[in-house]
């Protein structure tokens, strides 16, 4: 049976619970809001399915792979969709294909409160709430059923998501049924704790006495692509915005465990597709993305990858790059964590988000002291 003695061992991908036929394995929360998988010992078998499947190790599965990945820089024709979208729109341009031949897409969207959960959709509109980043773990449960009783019923299923959740459904999935499964990962920075998000959710909607109805993790309406901004929008119609989130995604000090030893960051990946925002476009393009509303990353990994752009590609406005001119971080490393995150989520098991946000984030004293510290010191240096 598949026992987490180590959380950076699991990354939480439900492949375990999935594959067990007694329903012996639940994903259960730890104070951080991550699931972990927990075994009732009295309905398992010990067959050990559990452990064969888990995709998170070294040795995913890259059979399917090209010898190299066809990278792309890539916008969509459609300015409204890189308008709507997080970068370049290529997602659209991929998962319309699929949406036309009868398939249907899962993503991540939200559910009660803006919690960020997997969801299938059937039609653009419902494809849509999938565009924009989303930066909290996606709960997947009973999302990985769903796609293999879709894709038994003959289905084209697109399914995207990190990396790890892409290494665990196609574990999951098997090789007889993969025809006809697309799988479209991310370059990930690492995911953040669901409980963080909710909890600071509930702060903001106190601060200003009143409930939150649409948020933007980063919102490009502003200042363009390449800004960071979260936007709120609330009851009243108003719309604030903030950076006390980002402030500590960027610490990385409130990620899964596991995306301190990531396995897919690299060029070797999980998928069909790999998107993310390409960073450094400029050197293959001065004017490529001179409006500054969003450029996709896009790499075909894939034969199927390669059949399905080939017949997408007329979308989009997109130029071959390579791996040098395109390479960032997380295609190198996994995330480096702060050296306070232990202690983080230890006050916040104790202490609760707001004096985690005062003593690690941008609410308190010290991140002013630190901020006017750092101000005076580059005025002497001059």
């Not at 036929?21 to 809001?33: K, L, N, Q, R």
């Not at 990858?305 to 390579?322: Q, S, V």
Request: overall charge positive.
């Amino acid at each position: 049976m598949i026992q987490i003695t180590n959380k950076a061992d699991c990354c939480g991908c439900t492949a375990c619970a999935s594959v067990c036929a007694h329903h012996a394995i639940s994903m259960e929360p730890d104070a951080m809001g991550f699931l972990y998988p927990k075994v009732d010992t009295d309905k398992c078998t010990e067959c050990g399915l559990c452990e064969k499947v888990c995709a998170f190790n070294p040795n995913y599965d890259r059979s399917l792979n090209l010898p190299e990945p066809q990278i792309y820089a890539a916008r969509h024709k459609d300015m409204h969709e890189i308008e709507t979208s997080r970068s370049g729109a290529a997602f659209i341009a991929i998962s319309d294909y699929v949406l036309e031949q009868g398939g249907v897409v899962y993503g991540a969207g939200y559910t009660e409160h803006f919690r960020v959960v997997h969801k299938r959709a059937t039609s653009k509109e419902e494809r849509n709430e999938f565009k924009g980043s989303k930066y909290v773990q996606s709960d997947l449960k009973d999302i990985f059923p769903q796609v293999k009783a879709d894709l038994k019923q003959g289905l084209t299923v697109l399914f995207s998501g990190t990396p790890c959740q892409t290494a665990g459904l196609a574990s999951y999935i098997g090789k007889r049924l993969r025809e006809k499964l697309i799988l479209v990962d991310i370059v990930c920075h690492g995911v953040p704790a669901p409980y963080i998000w909710r909890d600071y959710l509930v702060y903001l909607e106190k601060k200003y006495k009143q409930p939150i109805v649409e948020v933007n993790f980063r919102d490009k309406s502003r200042i363009g692509w390449n800004g960071h901004i979260e936007s709120f929008i609330f009851q009243d119609g108003s719309k604030k915005e903030f950076n006390t989130y980002t402030y500590l995604f960027y610490r990385h000090i409130m990620l899964r465990p596991s995306c301190s030893k990531c396995h897919y960051t690299n060029f070797n990946r999980p998928s069909d597709f790999t998107l993310a925002d390409y960073w450094g476009w400029e050197k293959l393009s001065p004017d490529f993305n001179k409006d500054n509303k969003g450029c996709s990353l896009l790499f075909v990994n894939t034969e199927k990858g390669l059949e399905i752009f080939e017949k997408r590609k007329e979308e989009l406005n997109y130029l071959a790059t390579t791996q040098e001119l395109c390479i960032q971080p997380n295609l190198q490393h996994p995330s480096k964590f702060d050296t306070q995150w232990i202690d983080f989520e230890k006050r916040y098991e104790k202490q609760g988000f707001i004096a985690v946000a005062k003593r690690y984030g941008n609410l308190g004293w010290r991140y002013k002291y630190n901020k006017l510290k750092n101000k005076t010191k580059r005025i002497l240096k001059k």
